[in-house]
């Protein structure tokens, strides 16, 4: 891989991104005809039409796009009408983090770990996703779609070092704090989860810009001796914003991240509670309240439509050790 062997080379003797890319392939499968798709969406070079006649790769899932985009009712026969109306209405690019984020998901899962551990796992990607749709929707250098990405960035190799490496990962993660050194992550998997993330999201068709750009945001790795895009100031401010926000803080302390996202600075006069604040922050705010009290409640990431009822699957066939995906269950009536 380019992302691994020049950009981020750390020496002749350093395994790391070898062990990353290891867990990327194990176990994501990635179909070529799904980097393909996610590669003609996220540049923009291909129709809603386009993007639904793609959508027949292994294991594809249309559903949730119908629910990402809140297109039926609950219990409703998915027809191929509605998938086409949910790729309408959420747009090309944002119908193309939306199977990404769900095909991760779903790969993770595939590995049948316990409930205990992949709940918490999916519970905050998908709050940190929605946060990021959030910020994305009111910070103007964004995007909504983007914003999705930069949330979903750092739980993507996460969520592949879990499939990967589920006994270690509920070792490692036993008391439930997700939080942990970047140390023992390394000692436990070899490399660390923004090694897995970035190329995971290579490997899925966002190319190299964009695996640059969250490898550097999400590893915080230094800039200051190489010449990057200015895409990477961004996606690097967009990951403290979004981590801000997820911690409850108004905005990050890095001061270049808050140069990038002026727009989102709250008046002084609020801060000392003497102002009000302006519509469209307050609106940030409440969202972003709603998420962190109960976690999202969005649910387009698994393979069913509850956790309840994707806990019931995924025990099923861990039991049987040999988890048969629900992906392929859900192909439209065309």
Request: proline share 4%; aromatic share 8%.
């Amino acid at each position: 891989m380019e992302l691994a062997q020049d950009q981020f080379s750390m020496g002749a003797k350093d395994t790391s991104w070898d062990r990353a890319l290891d867990a990327v392939r194990t176990t994501l499968h990635v179909p070529a005809a799904l980097s393909t798709l996610i590669r003609g969406a996220w540049g923009n070079n291909i129709t809603p039409k386009d993007f639904f006649r793609l959508l027949g790769y292994p294991g594809s899932n249309s559903a949730c796009l119908v629910r990402a985009a809140e297109s039926t009712q609950e219990g409703e026969p998915l027809t191929s009408i509605d998938v086409e109306g949910a790729i309408e209405k959420l747009g090309v690019r944002t119908a193309a983090v939306t199977v990404a984020v769900n095909f991760v998901c779903q790969s993770m899962l595939e590995s049948a770990p316990p409930e205990k551990v992949w709940l918490p796992v999916l519970k905050r990607l998908m709050s940190d996703v929605e946060i990021g749709y959030h910020f994305g929707m009111s910070a103007e250098r964004l995007g909504t779609e983007e914003g999705i990405l930069v949330g979903f960035s750092y739980w993507a190799g996460l969520a592949v070092l879990l499939g990967r490496h589920p006994r270690e990962f509920a070792e490692l993660f036993k008391s439930g704090d997700l939080n942990v050194s970047k140390q023992l992550v390394t000692e436990a998997f070899g490399c660390e989860a923004y090694q897995a993330g970035s190329l995971a999201l290579q490997q899925l068709g966002f190319g190299p810009d964009v695996a640059t750009a969250a490898a550097i945001a999400v590893g915080d790795l230094r800039t200051d001796l190489v010449q990057v895009k200015a895409e990477v100031a961004t996606w690097r401010a967009a990951r403290l914003w979004i981590s801000a926000l997820g911690r409850g803080e108004l905005y990050p302390t890095d001061e270049s991240a808050q140069q990038a996202f002026p727009e989102l600075i709250p008046p002084v006069l609020y801060e000392l509670g003497r102002n009000e604040l302006p519509l469209h922050l307050s609106m940030l705010y409440q969202h972003i309240n709603q998420v962190r009290e109960v976690h999202s409640a969005w649910t387009w990431h698994l393979p069913r439509a509850t956790y309840e009822e994707t806990g019931r699957e995924v025990a099923k066939n861990g039991m049987s050790h040999a988890y048969t995906t629900s992906r392929t269950q859900t192909a439209v009536v065309r």
